[in-house]
């Protein structure tokens, strides 16, 4: 079974950077499209952004273009998304999931970013 691992949550203060990372066991991870998911407190999950598979073609919401960044080691299995110049309204829980084709099939248990001062 295909388990994907956050890690790097954190406090930071706005305008400050975080990395969280997310490790793709028993599988590929060039074999799949990457995402990113939030979920803030009281709020629907979104989508943040997207790496897509065998490419290094990204997608980003709006409201975190030009200050996040979405990259993959497939070396070390691994996603991470860069997020730069923080705000309050990043606050949220973040998750990776992994997708053949379509919405997302495996899930990774998420990892807590909060932003404030």
């Known amino acids: 079974q295909v388990q994907l691992v956050e890690s790097g949550g954190g406090s930071v203060q706005p305008g400050g950077p975080l990395t969280v990372s997310c490790i793709v066991s028993?599988?590929?991870?060039?074999?799949?499209?990457m995402s990113w998911y939030r979920q803030a407190s009281g709020q629907e999950r979104e989508l943040v952004a997207q790496i897509f598979s065998y490419s290094t073609i990204t997608k980003y919401e709006d409201s975190v273009k030009g200050r996040f960044t979405n990259s993959r080691d497939d070396n070390k299995n691994t996603e991470y998304l860069q997020l730069n110049r923080m705000k309050p309204d990043d606050t949220a829980e973040y998750y990776c999931a992994a997708s053949r084709t379509g919405d997302p099939t495996y899930w990774g248990q998420g990892t807590q970013v909060t932003v404030s001062s």
């Open positions: 028993f599988s590929t991870i060039r074999w799949y499209a």
